[in-house]
């Protein structure tokens, strides 16, 4: 309460205020470091049985939306405000990438979903073991019909 009385000049002047700053800053790194080796992952195996399409649609969403208000909320409010200005830096930094991985995941799902169904068995053309056995018997009784 009596952080609120002080003027902000005397905030930024405080090792309170930088600690709390602090605080958000290295949230928003764990933030970002904490998604990105999924998100590399899934980026890069484009395997994504495990990915729930309304979580992530909801996650990317929340992030997108999260973003838009830091920009507006900063673009509003700042009037050379230094307390706003690193609020909204904190919002900005820790959502625009989380939201860039989360769509691009989301994308790779409904790209498989749409192309190789549901379970994604077959993403890039490749089948699982299980699919080889079947195709292979199954081929193995049509050249013997043939012979």
Known sequence: MLFNLLTNQEKINSG???FVMGIGFIGTGIAIIAFLPQSLKTIKSKKTNG????????YTLANTLWFIWGILDLSFNSHNDLITILKDVIVIVANLPCAIWAGIILGIKIYNIYHYGEDCKKWKGKKNNSDNIKNKTV?????????
């Open 51 to 58: 990915v729930s399409v309304l979580t992530f649609s909801f």
């Open 139 to 147: 081929l193995n009784q049509i050249t013997e019909k043939q012979n």
């Open 16 to 18: 309170l205020f930088w």
